[in-house]
């Protein structure tokens, strides 16, 4: 299974808390994608929710609503949409050399961000996240700004466009895709029965 995401994306963040799960209970494990999903925007000629007029005041609503339906905790940040180029980065910078570690960031950075409502954009902001994970400082402020890192990110976002990944959370199962972060009832069916 193959779950793109932008850290930008509450819904994403809701997948975040509940993908591997799902795909333990059927014996799956989930690739995890930090994507941009601007570029997908410039596809789509779609534009962040919160630039949306009547949408954005909708996820307002409905981000503490789908939070207290899974009992996870929600904050809505200060700054939105966040700007994710270096906790994508981030993710991908260590995600070669030692994918566990590279997930528990990306948990952890969602957390930040949707759970306490901390900013992520900068490798600072990023960092104090990372650094409980024994994630060095400099090591992480050298490693996003690696052109191979950049070149990962930018490749990953386009394989992500090429697959039909439009929106975040997206979930490929064997390249079935499902979008949103209220499909995993679909998601968890699909695994049990093999489709439908």
């Given at each position: 299974?193959?779950?793109?995401?932008?850290?930008?994306?509450?819904?994403?963040?809701?997948?975040?808390?509940?993908?591997d799960d799902i795909a333990a209970r059927h014996g799956r494990t989930v690739a995890w994608h930090p994507i941009l999903l601007s570029a997908m925007f410039k596809i789509s000629g779609?534009?962040?929710?919160?630039?949306?007029?009547?949408?954005?005041?909708?996820l307002l609503h409905d981000v503490p609503r789908f939070a207290r339906l899974l009992g996870v905790p929600v904050t809505i940040p200060k700054t939105m949409p966040l700007h994710s180029l270096v906790a994508a980065r981030a993710?991908?910078?260590?995600?070669?050399?030692?994918?566990?570690?590279?997930?528990?960031?990306?948990?952890?950075?969602y957390?930040?961000?949707?759970?306490?409502?901390?900013?992520?954009?900068?490798?600072?902001?990023?960092?104090?996240?990372?650094?409980?994970?024994?994630?060095?400082?400099?090591?992480?402020?050298?490693?996003?700004?690696?052109?191979?890192?950049?070149?990962r990110l930018r490749a990953e976002t386009e394989r992500a466009v090429q697959r039909g990944v439009f929106g975040a959370p997206f979930i490929l199962i064997d390249d079935e895709p499902f979008w949103g972060a209220d499909r995993h009832d679909q998601i968890d069916q699909w695994l049990a029965r093999g489709g439908w």
């Amino acid at each position: 299974m193959d779950f793109y995401f932008d850290f930008a994306s509450p819904y994403g963040y809701f997948a975040a808390t509940r993908i591997d799960d799902i795909a333990a209970r059927h014996g799956r494990t989930v690739a995890w994608h930090p994507i941009l999903l601007s570029a997908m925007f410039k596809i789509s000629g779609m534009k962040p929710v919160m630039d949306q007029p009547l949408r954005g005041a909708y996820l307002l609503h409905d981000v503490p609503r789908f939070a207290r339906l899974l009992g996870v905790p929600v904050t809505i940040p200060k700054t939105m949409p966040l700007h994710s180029l270096v906790a994508a980065r981030a993710f991908w910078w260590l995600q070669p050399a030692d994918p566990a570690k590279a997930h528990a960031l990306a948990k952890a950075i969602y957390h930040a961000h949707w759970g306490e409502g901390r900013d992520m954009a900068t490798v600072e902001q990023v960092a104090e996240v990372a650094e409980p994970l024994g994630i060095s400082a400099a090591d992480l402020a050298a490693g996003v700004q690696d052109q191979v890192v950049k070149d990962r990110l930018r490749a990953e976002t386009e394989r992500a466009v090429q697959r039909g990944v439009f929106g975040a959370p997206f979930i490929l199962i064997d390249d079935e895709p499902f979008w949103g972060a209220d499909r995993h009832d679909q998601i968890d069916q699909w695994l049990a029965r093999g489709g439908w």
